[in-house]
């Protein structure tokens, strides 16, 4: 897997504000890019994990620390076929 490296300047209140260093920072922005883009429907799950840097079972059982459904886009699915 070939990795590209994206740079994202945080202004250091928000750190600050957070209580964290850039790095940890940083690896919470994946995360939640992760999820946000697989909420979505921007990414499957394992894409997601992949971006997260996380298994796809870590990925699943981690979405509902953010509110996130792991079948949301499965129901979605559903309701489309029976509409």
Do not use: W
């Not at 928000?14 to 209580?19: D, G, H, P, R």
């Amino acid at each position: 897997m070939t990795l590209q490296q994206v740079a994202i300047e945080i202004p250091e209140k928000v750190l600050l504000a957070e209580k964290t260093d850039a790095q940890s920072f940083g690896r919470e922005i994946l995360v939640l890019a992760a999820v946000k883009l697989f909420e979505i429907g921007r990414l499957s799950s394992g894409r997601a994990a992949e971006l997260a840097g996380m298994s796809r079972i870590e990925f699943l059982l981690n979405l509902n620390r953010y509110k996130v459904s792991p079948f949301a886009t499965e129901l979605d699915d559903l309701e489309n076929i029976h509409a």
